[in-house]
């Protein structure tokens, strides 16, 4: 029994290192940040959110897409069993890509499993700091558990690098305060 545990870590570890780093997209993330802080209004930043969005999704190669896009089809269609397997997949193989930590947060999200969501919401936000969909994920997971203070904060955080962000209209005005 041993013997055959030993022998699957070790198969197991060269698929985990045949993931590709994710492509370093600071420098497009820099660009579009600003693109989307200078739009008058949401229909003005769509483009740009969308831009970001084509970045996040981009996997490190295509065996590591195959698995997000199957993921992401299978949610679509409600099979959030299947798409939660083809995440956990992809955060095995790449174990290093943001992306895959804030779809199988998803998942968890809309399972109602908040607590297994914000742990995968803090891996993606470790690996990509900038990432506004896990950053507006974890407000709304954090509001889920009732840490309603501390999801305000997130996504106050959030909507000061994109304003036009969809959720903000989850934002509680401080009392006395305009927004």
């Known amino acids: 029994m041993k013997l055959s545990a030993i022998a699957f870590a070790l198969l197991a570890a060269p698929v ?3 993931c590709p780093q994710p492509a370093d997209i600071s420098g497009q993330m820099d660009v579009l940040i600003t693109a989307v802080q200078a739009a008058p ?3 003005a930043a769509r483009p740009h959110m969308d831009a970001m969005w084509k970045l996040w999704a981009t996997a490190p190669d295509a065996k590591a897409q195959e698995m997000l896009d199957r993921g992401m089809a299978r949610r679509e269609t409600y099979d959030y069993a299947g798409a939660l397997e083809a995440f956990n997949e992809l955060v095995a ?4 890509y943001a992306e895959g930590y804030n779809q199988r947060a ?3 999200f809309l399972t109602g499993d908040f607590g297994t969501a914000l742990e995968d919401l803090d891996l993606a936000i470790a690996r990509s700091p900038r990432h506004l969909a896990a950053r507006t994920g974890k407000a709304l997971t954090l509001m889920g558990l009732g840490r309603n203070d501390v999801a305000q904060a997130i996504l106050r955080e959030a909507l000061e690098v994109n304003p036009w962000l969809p959720e903000r209209a989850y934002l509680i005005e401080p009392p006395g305060q305009d927004l």
Do not use: K, M, R, V
Request: aromatic residues 16%.
């Open 93 to 96: 193989y790449c174990p290093d």
């Open 16 to 18: 985990a290192a045949a």
């Open 106 to 108: 998803f998942i968890n």
């Open 41 to 43: 209004n949401e229909t």
